[in-house]
């Protein structure tokens, strides 16, 4: 179930594949031993021993095993997306919480991926040791895809695990989570494994040419930003006799905090990634902030709030007004504005008025997909690349946004990497739940470091 609304999202199909070539072959030569050398091309000094050893599989039969973990709406999608990116893609091993979710999605996966599934019945795990278990198979790329209450642990097993990732996003809920997966991060890039987030727009040719332009000055000094992500109501999934409290959390996982961090986090994080983007990855210094829950007031949404308006402050004095809201009914746009001295910009819209207008006519092939073609690429390249740093930082930010309004104060941004605040288990039992509490300003307190 593909939840999200992406006004700006290329539609193009895009057909560039990053098949293994004749001279990436002559390139690279397998021994006997599988363990792959390089020719004698300069090209050669670019890919690591370790890299090569730990990659001696994937060039050696030209295969890349994939992994899924997850195998909902957009875990699926990002299996097709994998595949798509590259010819020599399979999917080898899937995961999920949840025996029919996986029947599910080994239903649908099959359809859609034709030649390029080729799961074996004992490849294929279910219940809360299925991470383990696709881990201890011989993929070389896993797809976190779960609930995002659950990536930390899944990032530090799949890199301790040696495995390339892809890690949708958040990437945690809590600034606990959020160091765990900083460390797995760091972790990989000394391992020579690849990190690509799930924050497409990073990918997306429009909005980075976009971003590319104002960087170099098309509008001036950036002065404030204006993010808006006001939309509809996501998914809510009815609730079953069987189901225990745990199971139906689990399921409606967006509505509760734990699982999702708030609305904040989950969805508008894409917003405040290119906001942050825009100021270079460098992070807000403060941020302060209302929110609350007033349409969706009933248990069956959770803990979650279902508006926020917050105000990230930077160093230098600019800032970023960010509002997002998930209700019927009411007025819909997600857009970046950017206001600089010399002009302005509509980042989704791929727009600059100033000095020069502009607006970026170019292909747009789907962001989902192109990800994935960098993915493949920098595996079958030896060129590893790490996209840790950002996705933190985006995650802690949307989860400094969210300690604002819930509690009515100014939130500082060392306090949240120090913060010890963890919000749930890595593995529940089945049976009771956590709490559901709505926060309420003034009274919420933030968790700060001992
Ligand atoms: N990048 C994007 O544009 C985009 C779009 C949609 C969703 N997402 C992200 O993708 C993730 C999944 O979202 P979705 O819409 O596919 O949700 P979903 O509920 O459709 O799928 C999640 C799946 O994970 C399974 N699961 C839950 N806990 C698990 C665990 N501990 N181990 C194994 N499996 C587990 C569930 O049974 C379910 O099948 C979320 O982090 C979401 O924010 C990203």
Redesign the pocket.
């Known amino acids: ?4 609304n ?1 006004p700006a999202c290329g539609t193009t199909e895009i057909t560039t594949s990053t098949q293994p070539t004749a001279s990436r072959r002559d390139f690279l030569k397998t021994t006997a031993s599988g363990t792959a050398i390089a020719s004698t091309t300069a090209a050669s000094t670019l890919i690591t021993n370790s890299f090569l050893a730990r990659n001696a599989h994937a060039f050696g039969s030209d295969i890349i095993k994939v992994g899924l ?10 299996a097709k997306d994998a595949m798509m990116a590259d010819a020599g893609c399979r999917l080898t091993s899937i ?4 025996y029919d ?2 029947a599910d ?1 080994k239903k649908q996966l099959q359809k859609t991926l034709g030649n390029q599934y080729d799961v074996k019945e004992d490849q294929a795990f279910s219940g ?1 040791e ?2 383990d278990q696709i881990l201890k198979t011989d993929i070389d790329v896993i797809l976190l ?4 209450g ?2 930390p642990a ?1 990032m530090e097993a799949a890199v301790k695990a040696g495995k390339h990732v892809f890690c ?3 990437v945690a809920v809590d600034p606990v989570g959020v160091r765990r997966v900083m460390a797995a991060s760091a972790a990989a890039e000394s391992k020579g494994l690849c990190v690509v987030s ?3 727009w990073r990918y997306d040719y429009g909005v980075k040419a976009t971003i590319e332009k104002i960087h170099s000055g098309a509008i001036g000094e950036i002065v404030s930003i204006q993010e808006n992500y006001l939309t509809g109501t996501l998914w809510n999934r009815t609730p079953k006799p069987e189901w225990t409290p745990m199971h139906n959390q ?2 409606n ?2 509505y509760y905090r734990w699982l ?1 961090g708030d609305h904040i986090v ?2 508008f994080i ?1 917003s405040l990634d290119k906001a942050l983007w825009l100021h270079h990855d460098v992070p807000p210094t403060i941020c302060y902030g209302t929110g609350g829950r007033q349409v969706r007031t009933q248990p069956q949404f959770g803990d979650i709030y279902d508006h926020f308006s917050v105000v990230y402050e930077w160093a230098d004095g600019t800032r970023c007004h960010a509002s997002t809201r998930q209700m019927s009914d009411c007025y819909s746009e997600t857009e970046d504005y950017v206001y600089g001295t010399e002009g302005t910009a509509k980042v989704l819209a791929n727009e600059i008025k100033g000095k020069t207008n502009w607006k970026f006519e170019g292909n747009k092939p789907s962001m ?1 997909q192109l990800e994935h073609i960098a993915l493949m690429k920098a595996i079958r390249e030896g060129k590893p690349i790490n996209n840790g740093d950002y996705m933190c930082k985006s995650t802690l930010m949307a989860i400094m946004g969210r300690e604002a309004a819930y509690s009515g104060q100014i939130i500082k941004w060392d306090d949240m990497l120090s913060s010890n605040q963890k919000l749930g288990p890595d ?1 529940p039992d089945w049976g009771d739940a956590p709490a559901v509490e709505v926060a309420m300003p003034g009274q919420y307190k933030f968790i700060e470091a001992e």
């Open positions: 179930m593909s939840t999200e992406h973990v997850g195998c909902g709406g957009r875990g699926n999608g990002a995961a999920d919480v949840f979710r996986l999605g809360w299925a991470l895809a779960t609930p995002p659950f990536r899944q949708e996003k958040p799930g924050l497409c689990v399921l996982w967006l999702s989950e969805q894409h989902y593995r």
